[in-house]
C-alpha cells in the first residue's frame, strides 16, 4: 500500500537556530569578498523556499560609487543553463519533444555531423542537457560567445563542429550545448529562448527584475562588471545579449533569483499536494537527479579542512555533488569576464544560498560552501527524513509477532514467494533467540526508519542491548517480505 501525503518540509524561517547563525555567516562573506578584491558581492539565505536574510557590501558602479543592494542587478553567467534546461523540460511535459529525440530533428544542420567514429549515436537533447554531446570543454571562448546570433551559431553546424568524443562517452562542459538547447526552445516554442523562458518561468514567478539584455537593466541597479589587474580594477565591457544567453547571458537580482530557488527547494518532498511551481515538481526533481556522474574526488576537504571525499555529477544544467557525510549539494556556479556567481542548495535540509559578485570569475561557489558549513554546525539542524509507509509499519508489526522463535512464521502470509528458500526456519530461530538473549528483556519498539517506500530497519530496545532488523518487501500488492536480516545494534 503507497504511503499518501508524506509531511512537507518543516517550516523553518522562524527557527531561532538558523537567526542566530547569520551575523556569523555575513560576516564571513563580507571578509572573503574583502580578501578577494571584490568590487561588490551580494548574498541571500534561502529557507524553505523563502529569503530569510541578505547581505551585501561595495559597489556595483566604482566610479559612481552605486552601493550593492539585494535589489542590484549581477550577470549570472553559467547559472542561466537550469533556466534553460527548467524550458527544455517544460517544452517536453507538454509533448513537445523528446529528451531522446536527436537533436537534428529540430536543427537540420546537425544531421551530417561527422563523429569521431562512424558507429557513433547521434546528439540528443538529453545529451545536450547533460555535457555528453561530444563537444570540447570551452568556457574560455564560449564567454566570448554571448552575443552571436543564430546565424552564426548555425553556421558552426552548417561548416561541422568539432568533437572531443562521441556522444554520450563521457562529459564535458559545453557552452555551445546550452547555446543549441536555446536554438531548439525556439524552434519547438515558436518564441526565441528568451520570450519563452520569460513568459513560462520568469514572469509566473514575479521575476520582474530579472533582464536578458544590460541596455534595458536601470542605470542604478545595474553591476558592472571589473577585473582585479596591476592591484587595481579594472572594468570590463558588457556583451549584448544573443545566441549564447542561453547558456550564460540572464541579470538578475538576489531577491528575484530566490524565487527560483524556491523552485528547487519546494519539489522536495514528492507528494500529492497541487502543484503551484510553472514545471512540474517531479521534473525539477528530474533536473536534480545526477543524471551524468563526473568525479570522485578522494582528497576532498570541508571548509574546516577536514578529509570528505565527494562524488560529483551533472543533471539538466545543474550540478549535484554528495559527500562523505552523505550531504547532497545541488546548484550551479557562473563565470564570465567582470563576473562570479554561484547557488547552492541542500534539498534534504531545505536550505540554500546565493552570492554575486561583480569581479571575473570570482570564487563565490567557495564561499556558499562555507556558509551552507557554518549554517549547518551552528544550527544542529536536521535533515527532513522520509515517513515510512503504511506497508512497511504493518510488516513491523507482524515480523515482531513471530521474533525470536517463528513460529506459525510459514502460514502467516507476509512472507515472499523466495523467503523460505533463501531463509530457514530453524536457522532463524536459533539466530533471533540467541540475539535476543544477549539484548535481554525488549522494553519498546522503534518506528520504522525507512530507506525508501518498500525498505527499512526498525529497533528493538533491550535492557542490555539493542536488536537492528532489517527487511525489504516484494513488488507485489500487497509488498511481502522478501529479506531479512537480524543482529546486535553497534
Given at each position: ?316 544544467g545543474l550540478r549535484w555533488a554528495k559527500d562523505c557525510d552523505n550531504h547532497v549539494y545541488v546548484g550551479h ?23 554575486f559578485a561583480n569581479l571575473t570569475y570570482a570564487n563565490a561557489g567557495r564561499i556558499n560552501n562555507i556558509a ?119
Open positions: 500500500m503507497p504511503n499518501t501525503n508524506p509531511p512537507p518540509l518543516p517550516t523553518r524561517t522562524g527557527s531561532k537556530k538558523i537567526e542566530a547563525t547569520f551575523p556569523v555567516i555575513d560576516k564571513l562573506y563580507k571578509q572573503y569578498a574583502a580578501d578577494n578584491h571584490w568590487p561588490g558581492m551580494a548574498f541571500g539565505i534561502v529557507v524553505d523556499g523563502k529569503l530569510v536574510y541578505t547581505g551585501n557590501t561595495g559597489y556595483t558602479d566604482i566610479d559612481n560609487k552605486t552601493p550593492v543592494t539585494s535589489k542590484s542587478d549581477f550577470r549570472i553567467a553559467s547559472m542561466t543553463k537550469s533556466l534553460t534546461a527548467m524550458a527544455i523540460l517544460k517544452l517536453r511535459d507538454a509533448g513537445k519533444l523528446k529528451l531522446d529525440d536527436p537533436a537534428y530533428l529540430y536543427i537540420p544542420e546537425m544531421k551530417n555531423n561527422k563523429y569521431l567514429t562512424k558507429d557513433a549515436t547521434p546528439i540528443t537533447i538529453r545529451h545536450l542537457l547533460t555535457h555528453s554531446a561530444g563537444f570540447p570543454e570551452d568556457n574560455p571562448w564560449g564567454d566570448r560567445q554571448l552575443a552571436v546570433s543564430d546565424a552564426q551559431l548555425i553556421a558552426i553546424y552548417k561548416k561541422g563542429v568539432s568533437f572531443s568524443n562521441n556522444p554520450g562517452q563521457g562529459y564535458e562542459y559545453s557552452n555551445l550545448g546550452f547555446a543549441t538547447l536555446g536554438y531548439i526552445i525556439k524552434k519547438v516554442s515558436g518564441k526565441t529562448y528568451e520570450q519563452y523562458i520569460t513568459d513560462n518561468i520568469l514572469t509566473p514567478l514575479g521575476m520582474i527584475h530579472t533582464y536578458w539584455e544590460y541596455s534595458e537593466v536601470p542605470k542604478e541597479q545595474l553591476a558592472h562588471g571589473y577585473r582585479w589587474l596591476d592591484n587595481k580594477w579594472v572594468e570590463q565591457p558588457l556583451l549584448h545579449d544573443g545566441a549564447y544567453g542561453a547558456m550564460g547571458g540572464l541579470i538578475t537580482t538576489i531577491e528575484d533569483f530566490s524565487k527560483y530557488i524556491a523552485v528547487h527547494q519546494n519539489a522536495w518532498p514528492a507528494r500529492d499536494d497541487a502543484e503551484t511551481s510553472p514545471v512540474k515538481r517531479s521534473s525539477v526533481r528530474e533536473m536534480q537527479y545526477p543524471w551524468n556522474v563526473n568525479y570522485l574526488t578522494a582528497n576532498a576537504k570541508t571548509p574546516n579542512g577536514r578529509l570528505c571525499p565527494t562524488v560529483s555529477a551533472y543533471g539538466y556556479s557562473g563565470g564570465l569576464p567582470g563576473f562570479g556567481s554561484n547557488w547552492n542548495i541542500m534539498p534534504d535540509y531545505g536550505i540554500g544560498v546565493i552570492c551552507l558549513d557554518t549554517l549547518l554546525s551552528l544550527s544542529h539542524i536536521e535533515p527532513r527524513k522520509l515517513p515510512a509507509s503504511q506497508i512497511l509499519t504493518q510488516r513491523r508489526d507482524e515480523l515482531v509477532k513471530l521474533l525470536p522463535n517463528w513460529n506459525n512464521a510459514k502460514t502467516s502470509g507476509i512472507f515472499a514467494v523466495n523467503f523460505f528458500m533463501d531463509y530457514f526456519t530453524d536457522k532463524l530461530k536459533a539466530e533471533a533467540t540467541d540475539v535476543y538473549a544477549r539484548a535481554g528483556k525488549i522494553v519498546s519498539i522503534g518506528e520504522v526508519m525507512p530507506e525508501n517506500n518498500l525498505r527499512g530497519y526498525f529497533i528493538l530496545k533491550g535492557e542490555k542491548a539493542d536488536v537492528r532488523v532489517n527487511f525489504t518487501l516484494t513488488p507485489e500488492n500487497p509488498a511481502l517480505i522478501q529479506e531479512y536480516h537480524i543482529g546486535i545494534n553497534p
